[in-house]
């Protein structure tokens, strides 16, 4: 599954075309390096987003097939590390 749709259906971010503007703009990282929109992830993968107002890492433990609710999506990684900013 590419990353910026994998952020989308997980929540991390309300939109993919916001997912996809935080991965250009070096915001997120898969296993320390910097990602790309269309990269594929898998389970296993490490993922850091550090953007302006919140710093997270998380463990994908599963893709969901499609659109699925928050319960669920949340089902779908390990959070390892939170923060937000001021």
Not at 34 to 52: F, H, L, Q, S, V
Request: overall charge positive; aromatic content about 6%; proline content about 6%.
């Amino acid at each position: 599954m590419r990353l910026d749709r994998f952020l989308s259906v997980a929540r991390i971010f309300k939109s993919r075309s916001l997912a996809a503007e935080a991965i250009s703009s070096s915001m997120v990282f898969i296993n320390g390096i910097p990602a790309k929109p269309a990269k594929d992830i898998g389970p296993g993968a490490i993922i850091e987003i550090d953007t302006p107002r919140f710093y997270k890492k998380l463990k994908v433990t599963s893709l969901p097939a499609r659109n699925v609710g928050r319960r669920e999506a949340s089902m779908s990684y390990e959070l390892i590390e939170e923060r937000t900013k001021d």
